[in-house]
């Protein structure tokens, strides 16, 4: 292995939670990258694909898995020089969760609240990284991601409403952390930002003309292990694998009380969910392990 972080920055992502680290992917993989999205978004049957924009339905939002739809991502996903990165932070057994891409198209692109993944992903640890590859330059312009710094040192915090998941906070005051440790994590395209699943992040509407697209596979150690199997989180699971590493034979538990996410209703995805149009669609109660309505198990997978 070999150490793509400097112990700097190392030491300022378990200080902070999240790290930016330029350079790790050069211009000519981040051209074909933008090029295979293009494709994707081309495809006739959009929705199979993508989540559109509830302002502008020709435009999408997010890309399901795109590791599943084009071998480029399923590249990335397992570079090399990525997984070097990744073991610095989590440990040598990673397993490769899932993996999504965020367009952000311009004038249109989704607000994304502040929460944390780890709300809506709980695991018997918080040994997890998400990896935000920048597929092109990431300002404060075009809604680049924000984080609250040292947010994940507070452990993981209420993202309910009424007494149901709604995956979102407020604000980072309403929370008891401090606005002025808010940081907007700017980069050049082909840089990553590597956030802790505690670290509280969001991201503001794109009222710029330029795209803001990101890539987000996603990672946890070998010996962390979903606690949750909702319609939203156990559709990753069939498809999540081990990239680097051994597969664990023990389950690593820390200490506490996870909250789980469990919704007024079943949700395909983190901007339903903040929005409230689960609930508004006529969509079944769940509490991610059987229907309130039909006292069934949920067998339906969906994507987050």
Request: hydrophobic share 40%; charged share 25%.
């Amino acid at each position: 292995m070999d150490s793509i972080l400097s112990q700097s920055q190392v030491d300022f992502y378990r200080e902070n939670g999240f790290c930016v680290v330029d350079g790790i992917f050069e211009d000519e993989l981040v051209e074909k990258a933008r090029s295979v999205v293009d494709g994707l978004l081309s495809s006739a049957n959009l929705a199979s694909v993508a989540e559109a924009e509830p302002e502008d339905g020709s435009k999408a939002r997010r890309i399901w898995a795109p590791t599943s739809r084009d071998e480029l991502f399923a590249g990335i996903a397992e570079d090399t020089r990525l997984l070097d990165a990744v073991e610095q932070l989590i440990g040598p057994d990673i397993v490769l969760q899932y993996s999504k891409l965020n367009v952000k198209p311009p004038r249109v692109g989704s607000v994304v609240e502040w929460h944390q993944d780890f709300a809506y992903y709980p695991h018997t640890n918080t040994d997890l990284v998400a990896s935000l590859i920048y597929l092109d330059d990431a300002t404060r312009e075009n809604a680049c991601l924000r984080v609250v710094a040292g947010s994940h040192r507070h452990g993981l915090v209420d993202h309910e409403s009424e007494g149901h998941f709604v995956g979102k906070v407020s604000s980072p005051a309403d929370v008891g952390l401090d606005d002025s440790a808010i940081i907007d994590c700017e980069g050049v395209a082909g840089s990553v930002v590597f956030i802790h699943p505690l670290l509280l992040h969001s991201s503001e509407k794109n009222l710029s003309d330029m795209y803001r697209r990101v890539f987000i596979p996603s990672y946890r150690a070998a010996d962390a292990l979903p606690v949750y199997y909702g319609p939203h989180a156990a559709h990753n699971e069939p498809t999540a694998k081990l990239v680097r590493g051994s597969l664990a034979r023990t389950v690593r538990s820390e200490a506490g009380l996870w909250r789980l996410p469990i919704a007024a209703a079943e949700f395909n995805s983190l901007y339903q969910v903040q929005e409230g149009s689960h609930v508004s669609d006529g969509t079944k109660s769940s509490t991610g392990y059987f229907s309130h309505e039909a006292g069934t198990e949920d067998t339906t997978g969906s994507s987050m």
